[in-house]
């Protein structure tokens, strides 16, 4: 009888303990689950941030290069482009004027932007240590790069977030205005940027691509031109990133401007540079004059004299 007492009584003892258990093994998984269910939030509100940060950073760096080119047309010369990006993207403003296109579109709109997202989820979020930088590593596009700390909490401390983002983004350079045109003329004739259509502008003497791509002064990639970021400052040097068009005199002309005798490409056109001699085409207009660097890349070598 004792024998059999004793194992009812561990039976019951040991029953006893696996309700428990058991009764603690479910508490602990319901109290995680708002935790997880938390995380799961945080977590992808972090993602739709990462998201988001690169169309925020193009429209800021497509209104940045819009308003620097609206201060060269409206000044009538080039700019400072460091100083300048730094003020307009931090600041949004120029020479201490704030711009009304920045309203948002600036680092504080930015981030005002995400912190206005957070705050609907009960988190906070904020962008620290940001560096910006605006290069080119092609001729057909600006890259705007910012690198910054992305802080995200959680209002009720069970969660934070805190990583160094590097957001690229690439801002075209066809259809923005050329702003050697623009300073060159007095912004009597302004140009815009338009890739050309033509690979081959002369066979054999057929220079009819050609005519066409001077008559729309379409832009190549030349590694003798600048680039556009260049262009934007007046810096005429040569650039693997560089473009250039080919300057149509008539439409000078027609607007009064004096005409110069010199190679019609735009930055040496619009620039003190003055290269010599000069050649004349056959079959071209006789004002269509190139230097001799140019001769080959517009494929004109064969069919070009000195008058």
């Not at 945080?42 to 169309?55: A, G, H, I, K, T």
């Amino acid at each position: 009888m004792n024998r059999k007492a004793m194992f009812f009584t561990v039976l019951v003892i040991s029953l006893l303990l696996l309700f428990v258990i058991s009764f603690s093994f479910v508490t602990i998984i319901k109290d995680r689950k708002p935790i997880t269910r938390r995380v799961e939030t945080m977590n992808n509100f972090v993602y739709s941030v990462e998201q988001d940060l690169p169309r925020q950073l193009y429209i800021s760096g497509f209104r940045t290069i819009f308003l620097i080119e609206k201060e060269i047309l409206e000044t009538g010369s080039y700019v400072d482009l460091d100083d300048m990006v730094e003020e307009i993207f931090y600041n949004g403003s120029i020479n201490g004027t704030q711009e009304e296109l920045m309203i948002g579109a600036n680092f504080s709109g930015i981030e005002n932007f995400l912190k206005s997202k957070a705050s609907k989820i009960n988190a906070d979020v904020s962008l620290e240590n940001p560096v910006l930088e605006v290069t080119q590593d092609n001729p057909w596009n600006v890259k705007f790069s910012l690198t910054v700390d992305l802080l995200v909490t959680d209002k009720t401390n069970l969660s934070s977030w805190n990583k160094t983002q590097v957001i690229e983004v690439y801002i075209p350079v066809e259809g923005f205005e050329d702003p050697v045109y623009i300073v060159g003329t007095s912004n009597v004739v302004t140009n815009k940027i338009n890739r050309t259509s033509y690979e081959v502008f002369v066979d054999g003497s057929d220079v009819s691509n050609l005519s066409a791509h001077l008559a729309n002064s379409s832009y190549i990639n030349s590694t003798l031109a600048p680039s556009f970021l260049q262009r934007l400052e007046g810096n005429f040097d040569a650039n693997d990133n560089g473009i250039e068009s080919l300057v149509y005199l008539p439409t000078l002309s027609s607007q009064g401007i004096p005409i110069e005798d010199k190679s019609i490409v735009d930055h040496i056109y619009f620039s003190s540079q003055n290269p010599s001699p000069l050649y004349k085409t056959t079959g071209m207009p006789g004002w269509f004059q190139l230097e001799e660097a140019h001769l080959e890349i517009y494929q004109v070598e064969n069919i070009s004299y000195v008058p």
